[in-house]
């Protein structure tokens, strides 16, 4: 049995130093679901400053004592940790709440008075960390008033810090003109642009699994790996994101941000040092290594599907354009899988597969590095056909950790191989506390660390390889959607873009 590292809290640190922090849309579901249990979680291992407190900003008709109340209700009812409810209830105590809408000076006035006259009150430095959990059509109004107002000014030691939720733009062009409308207002070093999944613990973990280890690296190129497949299925339908959803579909939802951070981190090279920018260089020279799809290129290259109606977990579910909110003959797509190649020294002939879709057979995230099989010439006589390739498969969730899939001899008098499997659980080991995925990324930015955020070159790379396929895709109508059964591992077109390769998914989950 694995030695377990006992650890007291599942975050460690010093605190934060002093800031408040003010959460646009504070009355949505990332709120209360996500960002106040993070918070609490971090509250309740003493890494967020003395006298934290954050200002809610929204549409919603609260006051601050009926915003307090709600705030209680929500730790209620998504902080389980015991410690960490304590700590919502009376962090609870402490929020401030402003309502009105986003392009109206007077709401943006009357917040800057009040973070002037609650650090003066509290003694803190002027620090703030300004958050859109807000639609992405407000990211540049917001941005625009707050520098009208001057609430992005720094002066002496005091910060002044944005974070910017995904997706950011919707395309190529309205990515390039959002970087612009907020480098108006906002220094690169200023702005945070989070994606919750670079908080998880197997991801972030990916540097030292790769720089840390001196049995990986020396193989971690194209000598020795035959491909690699990147999955991000969800078992749950659009559910009351129709509106968003429809808008947007899962290339755009899920490519240019997640699934490429997760491509980077395994691609990249070794970084300089563990300095934030010294990583994201790394990071981006991958992004801009990516080739680029050609548009005759796109059919055969990039698959998309609708789920239909079926059965998961023996519940029949609707077909995706019977959802709320959705148009009755919607062209969205709800599958993505397409063939990546990386065009450096490291990675040259090695493809990258990569999916993501809705009402899939399973909720999972994973990065499957499979090697190149090992000559058989020795064992042809007791084993029937080529040897089964070793297979590396880094768990991002639901069960974080790592697994190694190599053979040995099995039992008896015969010479058989058989597949085994040596499994790492951050669970089973480290006896970690499991948190949102947000704790990391918002103690970072209080902490000014910008690693696990996207830089503008970054997210420009994403969007030049995505803006070809979007294109194509716009001219060209679906065919035969849904042409997926919800409870499936998506459309027959996914199997056959690897099948053309000698290649199949890793479905056997």
């Given at each position: 049995m694995a030695k377990s590292y006992e650890t007291t809290t599942a975050f460690q640190g010093k605190s934060a130093p002093a800031c408040i922090m003010v959460i646009f849309g504070a009355a949505g579901d990332l709120t209360k679901r996500l960002l106040l249990p993070a918070l609490c979680n971090l509250g309740s291992t003493g890494l967020l400053p003395q006298n934290f407190l954050f200002i809610g900003v929204a549409r919603n008709e609260h006051t601050t004592e009926s915003f307090r109340t709600y705030i209680e209700d929500c730790v209620k009812q998504f902080v389980n940790d015991e410690q960490a409810a304590k700590y919502g209830y009376e962090l609870a105590k402490r929020v401030d709440y402003i309502s009105g809408d986003f392009d109206d000076e007077k709401v943006f006035e009357r917040l800057k008075q009040l973070l002037e006259t609650t650090s003066k009150n509290l003694n803190l430095l002027p620090n703030y960390l300004f958050y859109m959990a807000t639609p992405p059509v407000f990211f540049g109004k917001i941005i625009e008033m707050i520098g009208h107002v001057g609430l992005n000014e720094e002066e002496g030691k005091n910060w002044r810090r944005v974070v910017i939720e995904k997706p950011f733009g919707h395309d190529l062009e309205s990515a390039l003109k959002l970087n612009t409308d907020i480098k108006n207002v906002l220094s690169e070093k200023q702005i945070y642009r989070i994606d919750h999944y670079l908080g998880k613990e197997t991801v972030q973990n990916l540097l030292v699994f790769r720089f840390a280890n001196g049995i990986f690296e020396p193989i971690w190129n194209r000598r020795y790996i035959d491909h690699v497949q990147i999955t991000v299925s969800e078992s749950l339908g659009v559910e009351l994101r129709g509106l968003y959803y429809d808008a947007t579909g899962a290339l755009r939802d899920m490519v240019p941000n997640h699934i490429f951070q997760l491509l980077s981190y395994i691609a990249m090279e070794p970084p300089i040092s563990l300095e934030a920018n010294a990583i994201r260089d790394e990071k981006a020279k991958v992004l801009r290594a990516l080739r680029?799809?050609?548009?005759?290129?796109?059919?055969?290259?990039?698959?998309?599907?609708?789920?239909?109606?079926?059965?998961?977990?023996?519940?029949?579910?609707?077909?995706?354009?019977?959802?709320?909110?959705?148009?009755?003959?919607?062209?969205?797509?709800?599958?993505?899988?397409?063939?990546?190649?990386?065009?450096?020294?490291?990675?040259?002939?090695?493809?990258?597969?990569?999916?993501?879709?809705?009402?899939?057979?399973?909720?999972?995230?994973?990065?499957?590095?499979?090697?190149?099989?090992?000559?058989?010439?020795?064992?042809?006589?007791?084993?029937?056909?080529?040897?089964?390739?070793?297979?590396?498969?880094?768990?991002?969730?639901?069960?974080?950790?790592?697994?190694?899939?190599?053979?040995?001899?099995?039992?008896?008098?015969?010479?058989?191989?058989?597949?085994?499997?040596?499994?790492?659980?951050?669970?089973?080991?480290?006896?970690?506390?499991?948190?949102?995925?947000?704790?990391?990324?918002?103690?970072?930015?209080?902490?000014?660390?910008?690693?696990?955020?996207?830089?503008?070159?970054?997210?420009?790379?994403?969007?030049?390889?995505?803006?070809?396929?979007?294109?194509?895709?716009n001219a060209l109508a679906p065919r035969q959607f849904p042409n997926y059964q919800s409870g499936t591992w998506g459309p027959k077109e996914a199997d056959v873009l690897l099948l053309r390769d000698g290649r199949k998914w890793r479905n056997s989950f």
């Open positions: 680029e799809i050609a548009p005759e290129s796109v059919l055969s290259c990039c698959v998309r599907g609708q789920y239909g109606a079926g059965i998961i977990n023996n519940v029949s579910v609707p077909e995706y354009r019977a959802e709320k909110a959705v148009v009755p003959n919607s062209p969205t797509e709800t599958y993505v899988a397409m063939k990546l190649m990386i065009d450096n020294w490291r990675w040259e002939g090695v493809p990258f597969y990569i999916r993501t879709g809705k009402r899939l057979s399973n909720r999972l995230t994973e990065i499957a590095i499979q090697f190149k099989a090992a000559p058989s010439i020795m064992f042809e006589k007791s084993q029937s056909g080529l040897l089964n390739p070793n297979l590396l498969v880094v768990h991002v969730q639901p069960d974080e950790g790592i697994s190694i899939r190599f053979g040995a001899k099995v039992p008896g008098p015969v010479v058989r191989i058989g597949d085994v499997n040596m499994t790492f659980k951050y669970q089973d080991y480290f006896g970690a506390k499991p948190g949102t995925g947000y704790e990391t990324l918002l103690y970072d930015c209080m902490m000014g660390d910008g690693t696990l955020f996207q830089r503008d070159d970054m997210v420009i790379s994403a969007w030049r390889v995505v803006e070809p396929i979007l294109d194509v895709w």
